[in-house]
Structure formats: structure tokens, C-alpha cells
């Protein structure tokens, strides 16, 4: 059974930093496309940034793209979300998910495509 864990959310001022870590069990984390997405109360669930099974493509959404860095920890089965100059518009519920994605340089933006997810962890951005 595959599992996916959150951690490092919590409640910064804006301006700083909170990496976010997602660790994987029950199958070879080589095999999955990753993801971060986000979900502020009463909108939908965005992509913030994925990475392919491989490592070696990458997206960002433009809300982020040169705040935030997404990395895959093979030897750890963990995936980061490294989230620096945060604002108090990042404050979301932040998820995790795993997509068992058939290419190594498949990068999943769609949450539907996506097999599984975590838990979610809130980030709260002050102002």
C-alpha cells in the first residue's frame, strides 16, 4: 500500500522560508512522478510544482517560479518543496501526490492523473 506523509508546514511571516518534505512507502519511489499542489479554502486545488520520475524535468507555476524548488531525495523516498520569499497568498493546504508514470521524463501538472495523495499540511503565511 502506497503512502504518502507530509511535514514542515506550520506558521511563517512573510518574507520567509518552510521546506516541505513528502515521504513515500509501499513501492519504489523511482517509479512515481511527484507533485506538490495546494488548496486555499474555497478555491480548487492547484498544481505549485512537479518533477519527473527521473528528476530531470521540472515545472513551476508561475505564482512560484523563482521562490520555490521542488527536489526528489532518491535515497530518502522523500520529495521537497524548498518555499523561500513566501506571501501571505502561498497560505494553503499544501498535498503531496504520487503518479506511477510510465516515462522517466513525464512531468504531471493535472491532479486528476495524479494515483495518490497525502494527508496535506497547512502553510500560513502572516502578513
Known amino acids: 500500500q502506497v503512502q504518502l506523509v507530509e511535514s514542515g508546514g506550520g506558521l511563517v511571516q512573510a518574507g520567509g522560508s518552510l521546506r516541505l518534505a513528502c515521504a513515500t512507502s509501499?513501492?519504489?519511489?523511482?517509479?512515481?512522478?511527484m507533485g506538490w499542489f495546494r488548496q486555499a479554502p474555497g478555491k480548487e486545488r492547484d498544481i505549485v510544482a512537479a518533477v519527473s520520475r527521473g528528476g530531470g524535468n521540472i515545472y513551476y507555476a508561475d505564482s512560484v517560479k523563482g521562490r520555490f524548488t521542488i527536489s526528489r531525495d532518491t535515497t530518502k523516498n522523500t520529495v521537497h518543496l524548498q518555499m523561500n520569499e513566501l506571501k501571505p497568498e502561498d497560505t494553503a493546504v499544501y498535498y503531496c501526490a504520487a503518479d506511477l508514470a510510465g516515462r522517466l521524463s513525464t512531468v504531471v501538472v493535472t491532479a486528476s492523473e495524479y494515483d495518490y495523495w497525502g494527508q496535506g499540511t497547512q502553510v500560513t503565511v502572516s502578513s
Open positions: 509501499g513501492r519504489t519511489f523511482s517509479n512515481f512522478a
